[in-house]
């Protein structure tokens, strides 16, 4: 395991555009929530506190590389260019939304993005990644995998066997781990010895490297040179992205379990604020600067909310289609 630090690379990505995707996925979760409370949606699982995780990693991929991920998905489908308002749609049951209002907020899949499913089976997604990157191999087709999942996920046995596998058989995964340090509702710290689960990646002969899970200029730096390693070796690669889950594990969570003086070194430490912070000290982005583009993002959430709320509920004929077993 390899650690490193903040890197000013950004790829073809500018720091402007990764901080306004940030922004759009923080607003899109605090709506989802809001609409949750209202009674509008069902509960959901946000992502609040890692989007810095989602736009460097998701910012480092081609088109034909494909995304695998987890009930932690918003961030991953809107920093691959989803639509806020069709994802809003799939969360409040429309038909307009990604899965004509059938998956929910929890198996959102948007497979002319690439993003071919998300899977609230923990560690389900791991095993799933495997295969695709195998079909891929077996027919010779461009693009890596870019599987996503927590360290909840990496205690599970399916981790070790999926990573064996890729490992043995010489997959093109980039696996994502998002430490966010809970596992539902149990601190990370009560089901692991270690801090890393990046550590592991060397009982099967596989690069890895741990990263400010905070900082999407580093992050995006680690998944470059990731993503560069799986191209010119076609084997697989762990990254850890270090960082914390803000909000609770589903929406409406009041956190009362969670460590409040944790919680308030965590929040010193907001991925958004932080980036905020560095492209104006940079001199990249005035105040003036960053009030438009929180203003763009505030018109675009809600006219996702707008488009989600007038949208039809699917047609009772759709009751039986989309069956597959």
Not at 10 to 26: H, V
Not at 190 to 214: F, L, P
Not at 257 to 266: G, I, T
Request: charged share 25%; glycine share 8%.
């Amino acid at each position: 395991m390899t650690q490193i630090s903040a890197s000013s690379s950004t790829g073809g990505r500018s720091p402007a555009s990764m901080l306004e995707c940030m922004m759009l996925i923080r607003a899109y979760e605090e709506k989802t929530a809001e609409i949750q409370a209202s009674g509008a949606a069902a509960g959901t699982c946000t992502s609040v506190g890692q989007e810095a995780s989602a736009v460097g990693v998701v910012a480092a991929l081609d088109g034909d590389d494909c995304i695998l991920t987890n009930h932690r998905s918003a961030g991953h489908l809107l920093a691959r260019g989803a639509d806020a308002g069709r994802l809003l749609a799939e969360v409040m049951g429309r038909s307009t939304g990604y899965c004509k209002g059938k998956s929910g907020s929890l198996h959102i899949s948007a497979k002319e993005l690439g993003v071919l499913l998300t899977s609230t089976i923990v560690g389900g997604e791991l095993s799933l990644a495997t295969g695709v990157a195998l079909s891929k191999t077996m027919l010779d087709e461009p693009g890596i995998v870019a599987c996503f999942f927590g360290d909840g996920a990496a205690c599970e046995g399916i981790f070790h066997e999926s990573l064996n596998l890729a490992s043995v058989w010489k997959l093109p995964i980039l696996y994502v781990c998002e430490n966010n340090q809970w596992q539902a509702y149990v601190h990370r710290k009560e089901t692991m010895s270690g801090d890393h689960v990046s550590d592991w990646a060397k009982s099967y002969d596989m690069q890895s490297r741990t990263v400010d899970g905070n900082d999407v200029e580093a992050v995006h730096a680690a998944a470059v040179e990731a993503v560069a390693c799986i191209r010119e070796t076609g084997r697989p690669y762990l990254l850890e992205t270090y960082t914390y889950r803000l909000r609770g594990h589903f929406e409406p969570d009041d956190q009362a379990y969670v460590d409040q003086d944790e919680l308030a070194r965590w929040r010193a430490k907001d991925p958004v604020a932080l980036m905020r912070q560095r492209l104006a000290a940079r001199g990249e982005l005035s105040t003036a600067d960053i009030a438009v583009i929180e203003e763009r993002v505030r018109e675009r959430i809600e006219q996702a909310a707008r488009f989600a709320a007038e949208s039809p509920f699917p047609a009772i004929s759709e009751l039986a289609t989309d069956v597959y077993a």
